[in-house]
């Protein structure tokens, strides 16, 4: 059983960064590819990115593509996803996922794959 602890969300003004972690223990994290998705109110969740076990694989949503970075230190048991230039239309509840999975390099987008889930972080962006 993995737990799963988001960190890093607050209330900042539009164009600001943000960097989020999460912190997984309970698991091998070598094992899990990781995943980052959101929920704005009234919305459905969506992905956002998500890094394979390797590192190698990236995917983003066009949403957040060339604004967010995603990486991963398997050492510390941690993901991380930086994010800049914010918008408003960044507000959500920022949600880390862990997929245990034999690829190395897959990264799925769909949150169905995961099998844990963090309780999330509020991020909220004033304009």
């Known amino acids: 059983q993995v737990q799963l602890v988001e960190s890093g969300g607050g209330l900042v003004q539009a164009g600001d960064s943000l960097r989020l972690s999460c912190a997984a223990s309970?698991?091998?994290?070598?094992?899990?590819?990781m995943g980052w998705f959101r929920q704005a109110p009234g919305k459905e969740r969506e992905f956002v990115t998500a890094?394979?076990?390797?590192?190698?694989?990236?995917p983003f949503a066009d949403s957040v593509k060339g604004r967010f970075t995603i990486s991963r230190d398997n050492a510390k048991n941690t993901v991380y996803l930086q994010m800049n230039s914010l918008k408003p239309e960044d507000t959500a509840i920022y949600y880390c996922?862990?997929?245990?999975?034999?690829?190395?390099?897959?990264?799925?987008?769909?949150?169905?794959?995961?099998?844990?889930w963090g309780q999330g972080t509020q991020v909220t962006v004033s304009s």
């Open positions: 996922a862990a997929d245990l999975t034999m690829s190395s390099n897959v990264a799925n987008t769909r949150a169905r794959t995961y099998n844990y």
């Open positions: 890094i394979s076990r390797s590192g190698r694989t990236t």
């Open positions: 309970g698991g091998t994290f070598s094992y899990y590819a």
